[in-house]
């Protein structure tokens, strides 16, 4: 029996969408590599609302977060975390053998441009790492205020991890002085899984081109100089991805990008609404996504429980991640999701619980 997803990735993709992935193949270095790719740029900065380079790479997002963190820190990355993904900034960093400290929220609280402000006095970082949509613990941070402060440090660049928001939330990558903003298929956009992508600014580029040893697959210049050159990658792409993204971009922009971004608030507003009168939420109020809901599980019942019932009315939901996994669970509101599904959703938990509708 298919299974409504409602978890914080991979979401559901419209059948139009995946007969895209069975376009025929081409070769990756041919004319018509060209145009496809410059096709998904173009659609890709108006999404994005931005004038930077658009970078693909077929891996998850965190391939092109660990590329971004190695390329671009000369001196020292200061790496902001609210939860789980956060956290992996800093793992990607230690692995890599890039100089980083790790300066984490209390859980439930966001970032805030306060204590970029503090880190960054101290003169000691040249790089800044931000989670814009943490999944584990439905934390959205206040990304353009962080990037106010962070426009004040010119040697400073602003790494952005975008891969659970974008095309679910405005970014305004220009306006906000992202110079890094990192996504991925799988969620928001709501393609299946392998491909990441990113906008990078040239002050990110001139930065990286000081660094030696930038690895080689995941090298932002690398990746940067063939684009610019004809469009193309130094290593073969995932065409399927490719043809799948460009198509599903059309049809992002044919729904309207405010329309998109006020259709996954609404949906995140029901579930707010119904999680605040039967549980309560993990993140502060005015920082909770618009595009996974974490809930307290404050009636402790066994979420294996919950979710098998859930699975025999045809729905999958997320329980908590990492050290939040006993305690809360998570309601996702990503890609093409209606609220009449929402909806039959929330009645089969109230069904399963015996909560009040």
Same mark, same amino acid.
């Given at each position: 029996?298919?299974?409504? @997803?409602?978890?914080?990735?991979?979401?559901?993709?419209?059948?139009?969408?995946?007969?895209?992935?069975?376009?025929? %193949?081409?070769?990756?270095? $041919?004319?018509?590599?060209?145009?496809?790719?410059?096709?998904?740029?173009?659609? @890709?900065?108006?999404?994005?609302?931005? #004038? +930077?380079?658009?970078?693909?790479?077929? &891996?998850?997002?965190?391939?092109?977060?660990?590329?971004?963190?190695?390329?671009? $820190?000369?001196?020292?990355?200061?790496?902001?975390?609210?939860?789980?993904?956060? *956290?992996?900034?800093?793992?990607l960093a230690l692995y890599n053998n890039v100089p980083a400290d790790i300066f984490k929220s209390e859980p439930g609280e966001p970032t805030?441009?306060? %204590?970029?402000?503090?880190?960054?006095?101290?003169?000691?970082?040249?790089?800044?790492?931000?989670?814009?949509?943490?999944?584990?613990?439905?934390? %959205?941070?206040?990304?353009?205020?962080?990037?106010?402060?962070?426009?004040?440090?010119?040697?400073? @660049?602003?790494?952005?991890?975008?891969?659970?928001?974008?095309?679910?939330?405005?970014?305004?990558?220009?306006?906000?002085?992202? *110079?890094?903003?990192? &996504?991925?298929?799988?969620?928001?956009?709501?393609?299946?899984?392998?491909?990441?992508?990113?906008?990078? &600014?040239?002050?990110?580029?001139?930065?990286?081109?000081?660094? #030696?040893?930038?690895?080689?697959?995941?090298?932002?210049? =690398?990746?940067? *100089?063939?684009?610019?050159?004809?469009? /193309?990658?130094?290593?073969?792409? &995932?065409?399927?991805? %490719?043809?799948?993204? +460009?198509? /599903?971009?059309?049809?992002?922009?044919?729904?309207?990008?405010?329309? =998109?971004?006020?259709?996954?608030?609404?949906?995140?507003?029901?579930?707010?609404?119904?999680?605040?009168?039967?549980?309560?939420?993990?993140?502060?109020?005015?920082?909770?996504?618009?595009?996974?809901?974490?809930?307290?599980?404050?009636?402790?019942?066994?979420?294996?429980?919950?979710?098998?019932?859930?699975?025999?009315?045809?729905?999958?939901?997320?329980?908590?991640?990492g050290p939040f996994k006993d305690t809360t669970f998570r309601i996702a509101t990503m890609g093409e999701l209606e609220e009449a599904t929402?909806?039959?959703?929330?009645?089969?938990? +109230?069904?399963?619980?015996?909560?009040?509708?």
């Open positions: 029996m298919y299974k409504k @997803l409602f978890i914080p990735g991979p979401t559901d993709v419209a059948v139009d969408v995946l007969d895209k992935m069975a376009t025929p %193949m081409i070769g990756h270095r $041919t004319k018509e590599a060209t145009v496809l790719q410059q096709s998904i740029s173009e659609k @890709l900065q108006k999404l994005m609302y931005t #004038e +930077d380079t658009i970078l693909l790479s077929t &891996s998850s997002g965190t391939g092109l977060m660990e590329g971004a963190i190695r390329s671009c $820190t000369r001196k020292k990355a200061a790496v902001f975390s609210v939860g789980a993904f956060g *956290d992996r900034w800093y793992e805030t441009p306060e %204590m970029v402000e503090e880190v960054l006095r101290t003169g000691e970082y040249d790089v800044v790492t931000v989670t814009h949509n943490e999944t584990s613990s439905g934390i %959205m941070n206040p990304c353009r205020e962080i990037g106010e402060v962070i426009a004040r440090y010119p040697d400073v @660049l602003y790494l952005v991890d975008a891969v659970s928001s974008l095309g679910g939330a405005k970014i305004e990558v220009d306006a906000w002085g992202i *110079d890094v903003c990192i &996504s991925s298929t799988q969620k928001c956009l709501a393609l299946p899984p392998g491909l990441s992508l990113c906008s990078v &600014s040239e002050r990110a580029i001139e930065a990286a081109k000081k660094v #030696e040893y930038r690895g080689y697959y995941l090298d932002l210049i =690398r990746l940067y *100089d063939q684009v610019k050159k004809n469009f /193309q990658y130094p290593s073969t792409p &995932s065409l399927s991805h %490719m043809y799948a993204l +460009d198509y /599903q971009l059309d049809r992002i922009l044919d729904e309207g990008i405010d329309n =998109r971004f006020n259709r996954h608030e609404a949906l995140a507003d029901i579930v707010r609404e119904w999680a605040e009168k039967h549980f309560s939420l993990f993140a502060k109020d005015g920082y909770r996504s618009n595009t996974v809901t974490c809930i307290n599980n404050t009636k402790e019942f066994a979420f294996s429980d919950l979710s098998n019932a859930l699975l025999e009315h045809g729905f999958r939901i997320g329980n908590g991640y929402l909806l039959e959703l929330l009645a089969a938990i +109230d069904e399963v619980l015996g909560l009040e509708a």
